[in-house]
């Protein structure tokens, strides 16, 4: 992959569970790595046969691809765990694939959440 195309900051977020002032669990997200990607939408062109597609939804980015290079604390993210903010959107991450497991590129599938926006607490 050419360095030059990673020309977009993405930051992924873990989940973590604390509890609030009366002892409720509530799932907090945690800033866990910051890094450059190369970002597409929508790779396979055309329909995507995704739930959005066929519920007749219109979302501006439904499904996007972050390319990342390899790294110790990219490979470690999952889908169950983690989530990444793009341009202030969050997205979902649906699969990872890590390319053979070369060691040289990683990517994110994801979906852009419903209400994505971020919001500051």
């Avoid at 800033?31 to 995507?48: I, K, L, V, W």
């Avoid at 990342?68 to 989530?83: C, G, I, P, T």
């Avoid at 649906?94 to 994801?110: A, F, G, P, T």
Wanted: include cysteine; hydrophobic fraction near 30%; glycine fraction near 4%.
């Amino acid at each position: 992959m050419n360095i030059s195309n990673l020309n977009e900051r993405i930051l992924i977020q873990k989940s973590d569970v604390s509890s609030d002032e009366i002892g409720n669990q509530v799932e907090v997200w945690k800033d866990y790595y910051s890094c450059r990607a190369y970002c597409s939408d929508n790779p396979q062109g055309g329909s995507n046969g995704d739930e959005s597609s066929m519920s007749f939804e219109t979302l501006a980015h439904p499904i996007i691809t972050f390319s990342v290079r390899y790294s110790k604390k990219a490979s470690s993210v999952d889908s169950e765990n983690f989530r990444i903010v793009f341009q202030d959107e969050v997205y979902e991450i649906v699969s990872v694939d890590h390319m053979n497991y070369m060691k040289k590129l990683i990517k994110y599938r994801c979906r852009r959440q419903r209400n994505g926006k971020l919001r500051e607490d």
